[in-house]
């Protein structure tokens, strides 16, 4: 309308990029800064205290092994992130089915909700050890639980995102006949996405621990039973290798998803730049 | 100025309660009001005396309990199908996550009507409410001024011809809703819509309509109705010409006189 309010707002928009990756790195220099003097200390502690090693470790033993064989960690790590993520992909796709099943009928969200619930007050360490019989020693199992694990937070935010519609622009599309799949679709998924992403970055994380756990009961391979491995041979290095090597997952994959919600949720109060 | 034209608004006999639980709650009681091609009618009326619920009862958002809306002869859901009805509301209800051009298509774009046509379409409405510069930013980056031009040009599309707008300048400053008006205004004489509008400002009632439905509550009807014979083109600056102020104290007087019971 008026020219120099078009400026003002480009500016803005730049100071506000600037100042997004000054606050970045105002988040990320603190902890990597408090990682290392904590890393420090325990280094120092072991070696001054001579603790034995199948108690603590020195961070530098740790480091050491995972420097021994990265291949080993890596394909393992791959192993555990590889069933994570298909548990991941499942729980939350049929979480999101039953959520658009949900969102559009009382009725159902009525039958339905009460054994999500049961699902979730089950805890999944319980059922683990069923899965092994039912689904074997392969990676099915553990895909199964990281699944169930991620199931009910992206359910229960689905339902809320899916109604959390704004009323204006529901009453809007009604007026122009827009059919149900039309306002699914233009409306209520990206309404729902913040929801959604909120609930991911709770259930990404999730999904790795239902891998481990699924990891714990049955199978050779994943990080989980380098843990059980490790842990019954006392060989300390190696269980710290394989937590290490699980924490960095953790970043990666949070971060990730971070940036992915970055990206699809621009326009999202919670992502405001200005 | 696209060819749909106007059409005619016939609101006969209608009644609307709400069921709560066992209570009921009457909120409309036999309204009438016919509205010509072209015409431009305010609902004028105190918060609660069911202005909104009138109003989405023409635009087929609810149905009547008893009673009868035609818009152009036909039901209203019938003119939604037609993509005959142009809603605005108090807030824009833009959709966030579209840039101003993307919103303004939306209405071509449900039912599957997009194509070059739409995209011209979206150009022309968008620089009729004088957003040209502004087509690729997002709702969140205008100011509400701006916004609110948006979802006029939004409920223009694919050519309503009954724009039905609820409180649309109520959460504007003063000084901008002043200029909204004419603006609007502008808009009508150019593309002579239906118009119902909704409002509780007596001087916004006065400065667009042709005619002033008043409405009182408990339950909600039209007390009185009031022709307002101001030239046009309306300009600022009428506000303090004595025929202003004397359909002004009409309709005050009305409203009060409703509000009495
Ligand atoms: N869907 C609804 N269910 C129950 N009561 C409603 C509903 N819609 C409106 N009402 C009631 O109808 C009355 C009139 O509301 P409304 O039409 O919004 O008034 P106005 O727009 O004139 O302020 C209010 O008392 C309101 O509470
Ligand atoms: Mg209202």
């Known amino acids: 309308m008026i020219p120099s309010e078009r400026n003002v707002e480009g500016r803005a928009l730049r100071t506000g990029r600037r100042r997004a990756l000054a606050s970045a790195l105002a988040y990320s220099a603190p902890p990597a800064a408090t990682l290392l003097i904590g890393g420090l200390a325990w280094e120092l502690w072991t070696r001054l205290s001579a603790v034995p090693e199948y108690i603590v470790p020195a961070p530098s033993a740790a480091l050491g092994r995972l420097a021994s064989d990265p291949a080993y960690f890596a394909g393992e790590g791959a192993v555990t992130l590889g069933e994570a993520l298909a548990g991941f992909l499942l729980g939350a796709g049929v979480a999101l089915m039953g959520a658009t099943l949900m969102a559009h009928s009382r009725f159902i969200e009525r039958s339905l909700f009460p054994l999500a619930i049961?699902?979730?007050?089950?805890?999944?360490?319980?059922?683990?050890?069923?899965?092994?019989?039912?689904?074997?020693?392969?990676?099915?199992?553990?895909?199964?639980?990281?699944?169930?694990?991620?199931?009910?937070?992206?359910?229960?935010?689905?339902?809320?995102?899916?109604?959390?519609?704004?009323?204006?622009?529901?009453?809007?599309?009604?007026?122009?006949?827009?059919?149900?799949?039309?306002?699914?679709?233009?409306?209520?998924?990206?309404s729902a996405a913040p929801f959604v992403f909120a609930a991911f970055r709770v259930a990404v994380p999730?999904?790795?621990?239902?891998?481990?756990?699924?990891?714990?009961?049955?199978?050779?391979?994943?990080?989980?039973?380098?843990?059980?491995?490790?842990?019954?041979?006392?060989?300390?290095?190696?269980?710290?290798?394989?937590?290490?090597?699980?924490?960095?997952?953790?970043?990666?994959?949070?971060?990730?998803?971070?940036a992915v919600e970055r990206k699809a949720l621009f326009w999202h109060e919670s992502h405001e730049e200005l | 100025m696209n060819g749909y034209g106007s059409a005619r608004v016939e609101i006969m006999d209608v009644s609307k309660s709400f069921d709560m639980g066992d209570d009921r709650l009457d909120v409309l009681n036999d309204v009438s009001l016919d509205v010509a091609r072209g015409e431009f009618v305010c609902l004028l009326g105190p918060s609660g005396c069911g202005k909104s619920t009138l109003?989405?009862?023409?635009?087929?958002?609810?149905?009547?309990?008893?009673?009868?809306?035609?818009?152009?002869?036909?039901?209203?859901?019938?003119?939604?199908?037609?993509?005959?009805?142009?809603?605005?509301?108090?807030?824009?209800?833009?959709?966030?996550?579209?840039t101003v051009a993307a919103n303004v298509r939306l209405p071509f774009e449900v039912n599957r009507r997009r194509g070059a046509s739409c995209e011209r379409g979206v150009e022309r409405l968008i620089n009729l409410v004088g957003l040209e510069h502004y087509s690729d930013y997002y709702p969140r980056q205008l100011s509400g001024g701006m916004r609110q031009r948006a979802a006029l040009a939004r409920a223009l599309a694919v050519g309503a011809r009954v724009l039905l707008m609820d409180e649309p300048f109520g959460s504007l400053d003063e000084i901008t809703r002043a200029a909204m008006r004419y603006e609007l205004l502008k808009i009508w004489d150019a593309d002579s819509k239906t118009v119902i509008f909704v409002t509780h400002s007596i001087s916004e009632a006065v400065t667009l309509s042709d005619r002033v439905a008043v409405?009182?509550?408990?339950?909600?009807?039209?007390?009185?109705?009031?022709?307002?014979?101001?030239?046009?083109?309306?300009?600022?600056?009428?506000?303090?010409?004595?025929?202003?102020?004397?359909?002004?104290?009409?309709?005050?007087?009305?409203?009060?006189?409703?509000?009495?019971?």
């Open chain 2, 55 to 98: 109003l989405r009862l023409i635009g087929g958002l609810i149905e009547p309990t008893s009673g009868q809306i035609r818009v152009a002869g036909r039901s209203p859901t019938e003119a939604q199908a037609e993509k005959a009805l142009g809603f605005v509301f108090q807030e824009p209800a833009l959709l966030p996550w579209r």
């Open chain 1, 206 to 258: 999730l999904s790795v621990i239902g891998a481990v756990v699924g990891e714990w009961f049955s199978g050779d391979r994943g990080l989980g039973s380098i843990i059980i491995v490790a842990h019954s041979n006392l060989d300390m290095p190696t269980l710290f290798a394989a937590i290490l090597t699980l924490s960095a997952m953790g970043v990666a994959l949070t971060a990730i998803v971070s």
């Open chain 2, 215 to 261: 409405m009182s509550s408990r339950p909600g009807r039209i007390s009185g109705v009031v022709d307002i014979d101001l030239p046009r083109p309306r300009a600022s600056g009428m506000e303090r010409e004595p025929d202003f102020l004397s359909y002004s104290r009409t309709l005050h007087d009305l409203l009060l006189q409703g509000g009495m019971e």
């Open chain 1, 118 to 190: 049961l699902v979730k007050v089950t805890p999944v360490v319980a059922v683990a050890p069923l899965f092994v019989i039912w689904f074997g020693f392969g990676p099915i199992p553990k895909a199964l639980i990281a699944a169930l694990i991620t199931f009910f937070p992206v359910l229960v935010n689905g339902v809320t995102g899916f109604r959390s519609v704004d009323r204006g622009a529901l009453d809007f599309m009604r007026s122009l006949r827009a059919s149900r799949l039309e306002i699914f679709l233009k409306l209520r998924v990206p």
